[in-house]
């Protein structure tokens, strides 16, 4: 029996640095009903608060709930308030490193060139976020940008060479995510089962990327149940499924 399910954030629970619509909202508040539910993603805490956390009924179990941002990085709980559990941040010399690989692999892939909206490098403290088209593009960009993955699959591989001692994963539509070596939501997760008082025979995992490269395919390579979806009406069905069998 599962005890907690894990979920992606954007084109899993919502749409690309969107807010959950209300049924999704909905949804979510029914299973903390039935179980424990995990957010895991690349985005910040302003982020989850934004998309997630302000989107939530009043009625939602938020004791139930875990935040992990950046891509478990960091942990929130509730208690009265939002609180960190823990952070683990870059040191300056790390960003700076990071920062410097980066602009050098997009000049030499050619994506320095073309319309941006907002900042492309984002430096979210425990994780380092290059957005191709910018924080700010609109989805009909976003999703013409890379549909294949294959300009995201070249700078992975050019910053893979370039930075061999970190985890570069693609995610999103348009965007790659930069940890520490062995960071990413394997990492994340692994990390919160003690917390969440669980084993990973008791965790289902549910996201858009879980493929090799992908930043949702360490959950499968941790060897949890995981459920790939396509698009957010897919999700919807997966929560109403599991809340219901969990509730029977």
């Known amino acids: 029996m599962k005890k907690l399910v894990a979920f992606d954030l954007d084109g899993t629970l919502a749409l690309s640095k969107q807010p959950l619509d209300e049924d999704m909202a909905g949804r979510i508040a029914d299973l903390l009903d039935v179980c424990l539910v995990d957010i895991i993603s690349g985005g910040d805490w302003p982020q989850f608060e934004k998309q997630v956390v302000s989107r939530l009924p009043e009625r939602a179990k938020l004791a139930n709930l875990f935040i992990q941002p950046t891509t478990g990085t960091k942990l929130y709980r509730w208690s009265g308030e939002w609180k960190p559990v823990y952070a683990e941040l870059f040191s300056a010399d790390e960003r700076h490193q990071i920062e410097k690989a980066l602009d050098e692999a997009v000049k030499a892939e050619g994506l320095d060139e073309g319309q941006t909206?907002?900042?492309?490098?984002?430096?979210?403290?425990?994780?380092?976020?290059?957005?191709g088209l910018g924080q700010d593009a609109p989805l009909v960009a976003k999703n013409a940008w890379d549909a294949d993955r294959s300009k995201r699959e070249a700078l992975q591989r050019r910053l893979r060479a370039a930075l061999p001692d970190l985890s570069i994963n693609i995610g999103g539509s348009t965007s790659i995510d930069i940890t520490r070596q062995g960071v990413d939501k394997q990492y994340g997760l692994k990390k919160l089962l003690p917390v969440a008082g669980v084993d990973a025979a008791e965790v289902l995992f549910v996201g858009d990327a879980i493929y090799p490269g992908g930043n949702d395919y360490p959950a499968k390579e941790m060897g949890l149940d995981t459920i790939k979806v396509d698009e957010i009406e897919q999700t919807r069905l997966v929560i109403s499924t599991v809340a219901t069998v969990l509730r029977d």
């Open 117 to 131: 909206w907002g900042d492309r490098i984002e430096d979210r403290g425990s994780q380092i976020t290059f957005s």
